[in-house]
């Protein structure tokens, strides 16, 4: 059986070579030994450009596209491969700095720069003990971009597509040796030689067709490892995680994106427990559940090798999320992923209906309940990009985001949002900073989140929380008449508060970030510019069909536009409630009838065919009374 599949693999390899060299009807060159020592293809001379391509810069590099839907670009991930390089570069400061190397970016200062210990490895200690120690007039060695570093870190591609992210490393990344650019597309693999010709990194940049989980599991060998593996593919990554965490070298990056946000944000419970090992819930803090599912789904993987990871930096950000982690081995650290001691982990006790509202409780997890981020190197890609904004074109945004990173909670998982909260007991919203105020006059610590715009992180019980609540709802109290016995809001109402809530706004509630107005949030750079449908050979006719399907779907859950009469007209079908209850003042002038419906009309009105319209809105919405009423 293992000669069969040795026999299979090499004849699969010999298959993807020659097509690969015989696809455009050009012959195939004589091998390149160093190419092929890095495990790559041979690349081809560059072809002259074909009739429907699209030539796109971005950052340092510039890639060809075909027109066509067999390779798409999406300006909106620029944030996300902007962040990347600056992460990358951080970790590459870290790695090289413990070899006394200096990296040298472009647009950076030439400062020495304080090389901080992530790993807590003694062996790293004493390389960075050592490298600290140079003597005065020895010449630290150096690192730059588009350079060759013997020392440097061996970066993989897993999807690579066009290639722009691995030319965007070999360009804007010092400390590299090489950048494996992998696809499984014979059509990718001859896009990404001629991009790379197009760049000039083809000393850098190897690109290789192959399966990325084939790819990955022939190089667990420690001495084979990749210093960094990114995953960045079209849905889930859960095929990918468990080749992943045993091809990444000891203590090395391991850089992840999802984008199947359906999935992690509760829509389909059971696929999520498929793919990840966890039941997602349907919560408006269901975008950072998706982040520490995903890192306990590494986790998880990592453990079975007796790995485990370490976060460094996880984002939630437009229509995806990405997670940076450190994969490190240790049989002690694995043990203490499931935070037991050599017996059986026991839970908080808890009943079956919750203790505020009666209602049943809804069990989600397992989760990543350790913190997601590492402060202090979240700070270094921070600093880096503040004081270097010309690098990157979305580093306003990267500033934003990071600078509400480093302001969260880290040991406080999840959050709150405003509305939510106000929804529940249906009164009126609270503005961020009163809440905010609260929670801080009460004696709780309380942050946002980079997740959510209007959402609180907070150590306080929820006990304390919903005593802020009401006392909030006595302020702006609410019908309690128009209340259900069984909704949750009348169970949590009819509670009288512990905690006296002191609503008057402080210096301190309103957080750094948030007075100096920084970038958080992505703006509507263009139309459709969420997801783009997966890539397909030939994919024009299906790329027009998309948008002929997206435009016919625009705006069908919108009514259209009524014409006054016949609003009027049906208005006056309702009866007043005002009118009833004798205190409507409007007499003609409202817009409701005052007299008693007819029998026909009542009969009308219960038709299957005649139009519904709800006499009963939330409580404390703000809305007046009646149907219609804008």
Not at 191 to 196: D, G, I, K, Y
Not at 351 to 370: I, K, N
Not at 544 to 573: I, S
Not at 585 to 598: I, K, L
Request: proline content about 7%; hydrophobic content about 35%.
């Amino acid at each position: 059986v293992r000669e069969s599949l040795w026999l299979s693999l090499t004849l699969r390899s010999t298959r993807s070579l020659c097509r690969a060299g015989f696809m455009e009807g050009q012959p195939q060159g004589p091998p390149n030994p160093a190419g092929m020592e890095n495990g790559t293809e041979p690349c081809g001379e560059e072809r002259a450009s074909e009739a429907q391509e699209t030539t796109v810069t971005e950052g340092a590099a510039k890639i060809a596209f075909p027109s066509a839907n067999e390779v798409f670009y999406n300006p909106v991930q620029e944030f996300n491969r902007d962040l990347t390089c600056a992460v990358i570069t951080e970790f590459a400061r870290i790695q090289l700095g413990a070899k006394g190397i200096q990296i040298k970016v472009p647009g950076e200062k030439d400062v020495q720069k304080v090389v901080v210990d992530l790993s807590e490895q003694e062996e790293e200690k004493a390389e960075l003990k050592k490298g600290a120690n140079l003597a005065p007039g020895d010449q630290p060695r150096t690192a730059a971009v588009g350079e060759i570093c013997e020392e440097g870190l061996r970066v993989l591609e897993g999807l690579a597509a066009s290639g722009l992210r691995s030319i965007r490393f070999a360009r804007e990344v010092p400390g590299l040796q090489s950048v494996v650019a992998n696809d499984a597309s014979a059509r990718a693999v001859d896009l990404m030689c001629r991009n790379v010709q197009l760049n000039a990194v083809a000393h850098l940049v190897h690109p290789r067709q192959a399966d990325a989980r084939m790819l990955m599991y022939q190089h667990q060998r420690a001495s084979e490892r990749f210093d960094v593996i990114d995953l960045d593919p079209y849905g889930s990554p859960a095929p990918f995680l468990d080749a992943a965490v045993q091809a990444v070298s000891e203590g090395g990056l391991l850089c992840v994106t999802c984008t199947d946000m359906a999935v992690l944000a509760g829509n389909s419970g059971e696929t999520c427990y498929s793919k990840y090992g966890a039941m997602a819930l349907k919560s408006r803090a269901c975008h950072e559940m998706a982040l520490r599912i995903v890192l306990h789904s590494l986790d998880l993987r990592a453990n079975c090798y007796q790995r485990f990871v370490v976060p460094l930096l996880s984002v939630s950000a437009d229509f995806y999320v990405r997670v940076f982690v450190r994969v490190f081995t240790g049989q002690a650290k694995v043990k203490a992923s499931a935070r037991v001691k050599f017996s059986a982990a026991c839970g908080p006790p808890i009943g079956p209906e919750c203790e505020h509202c009666g209602q049943r409780h809804q069990l989600g997890g397992p989760l990543w309940a350790e913190p997601i981020h590492d402060l202090d190197f979240v700070g270094r890609v921070l600093q880096a990009v503040s004081t270097n904004p010309g690098r990157f074109h979305t580093s306003e945004r990267i500033q934003g985001v990071l600078s509400v990173i480093t302001e969260e909670l880290p040991d406080v998982p999840l959050y709150y949002t405003l509305d939510q909260l106000s929804s529940t007991i249906r009164c009126s919203t609270p503005s961020l900073l009163q809440l905010r105020s609260a929670l801080l006059h009460a004696g709780f610590r309380v942050s946002l989140s980079h997740a959510c715009k209007n959402a609180v992180k907070t150590d306080a019980p929820s006990s304390a929380l919903w005593d802020i609540m009401r006392c909030w709802e006595k302020e702006c109290p609410v019908k309690r008449e128009r209340l259900s016995e069984a909704s949750p809001a009348f169970r949590i109402l009819s509670v009288e508060p512990r905690l006296q809530a002191n609503f008057a706004v402080r210096d301190d509630a309103n957080p750094s970030s948030r007075q100096r107005g920084l970038k958080r949030f992505q703006a509507n750079p263009e139309a459709n510019w969420g997801p783009r449908p997966r890539a397909r050979p030939g994919g024009k006719a299906a790329g027009e069909a998309m948008e002929e399907r997206r435009r016919l779907h625009q705006n069908k859950r919108k009514e259209p536009a009524e014409d006054p009469v016949q609003r009027a007209a049906r208005l006056k079908t309702f009866p007043c409630k005002r009118f009833k209850e004798g205190t409507c003042q409007r007499g003609d002038q409202c817009c409701y009838s005052h007299s008693p419906p007819a029998p026909e009309d009542t009969a009308a009105a219960a038709s299957p065919d005649h139009p519904k319209t709800s006499y009963q809105n939330p409580p404390g919405s703000g809305v007046a009374a009646g149907p219609g009423v804008d």
